[in-house]
């Protein structure tokens, strides 16, 4: 691993130097939130990189998403998921892999939902990181806020193509750098040195297509969107941004804050109404 000074995406990389946009941003998470870190956008592609290497085992050995659990959220969320997917033709009673599925919250709704063949891995997990489950295709492939995790996104995503079958299904759910900004000051789509690279719409596509994987949707909001009030990206976002911390996101909620921010209860109950675009989940197709 080392620091990325130039762009590993695109065909005509744009490096830190030449960069026009450029941040420092703090970590958003409690225990090093002091760590700051530079971002910085790519010319030639969009996409928004950190520029520092870390010592991530550190980072991720108290990580507060690993304490996140099922809740009213999380079941509109995952809901929103396997919908997306029924639309694109998959049935409950085929093969699915989560991968990079953490605690297994959504594998766990998926078999609650009667999907017998459902599975995750995760390779930093004890309970997930059997690499059997690698041995035999999917009917389907998801993969949501993993790709932004890793050094080398392009290589992580050939490393799922060989998991989806011919005429199979590869869902990636990641933010989008087209609608982020480095500025944006607590945004947790940013999220550094967790997040190492950030890809642009036209990136995550090209990425897919380089190992016969059709995008065949595209949408452009995160799963979480939905007409209950609270539930919506907008108003989780700016929850996050406003506490600062990530952390909050898994602790008891702070209605001091929200009483006393009218932005947050106009997206409380609006927020799905003015989606971002700052996520986006693109299925693809593999090619027969
Ligand atoms: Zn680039």
């Not at 804050?257 to 932005?263: C, F, K, M, N, T």
């Amino acid at each position: 691993m080392a620091s990325c000074t130039k762009c590993n995406l695109c065909e005509h990389p744009g490096t830190r130097t030449e960069a026009a946009e450029v941040g420092r941003v703090p970590c958003n998470v409690r225990r090093f939130q002091k760590d700051v870190f530079t971002l910085w956008r790519c010319t030639g592609c969009g996409s928004i990189h950190c520029e520092e290497d870390a010592d991530l085992p550190r980072y991720y050995a108290d990580y507060p998403l690993k304490k996140q659990q099922m809740g009213f959220g999380e079941r509109i969320g995952y809901r929103n998921r396997l919908q997306l997917l029924e639309r694109q033709g998959f049935r409950r009673s085929d093969r699915i892999l989560d991968y990079g599925c953490g605690a297994g919250l959504f594998v766990n709704f998926l078999r609650g939902r009667g999907l017998e063949h459902a599975f995750g891995y995760d390779p930093f997990v004890a309970a997930y990181d059997n690499r059997q489950t690698l041995d035999e295709p999917y009917d389907a492939v998801v993969s949501y806020d993993v790709i932004e995790h890793h050094d080398e996104p392009r290589a992580f995503l050939h490393s799922l193509t060989p998991l989806v079958r011919p005429g199979g299904l590869l869902v990636i759910g990641t933010p989008n750098a087209d609608h982020v900004a480095i500025d944006r000051k607590g945004d947790p789509s940013l999220h550094p040195p967790y997040h190492r690279h950030i890809l642009s719409e036209r990136i995550l596509l090209a990425l897919g297509r380089e190992r016969g994987m059709e995008p065949v949707h595209t949408y452009r909001r995160s799963f979480y969107d939905s007409l209950f009030p609270t539930v919506n990206s907008r108003f989780l976002w700016q929850y996050l941004r406003k506490s600062g911390l990530l952390d909050t996101a898994v602790e008891p909620p702070r209605t001091d804050l929200v009483a006393r921010s009218p932005d947050l209860v106009f997206l409380a109950f609006f927020g799905y109404f003015l989606p971002a675009g700052d996520y986006i989940m693109v299925t693809f197709r593999k090619s027969r």
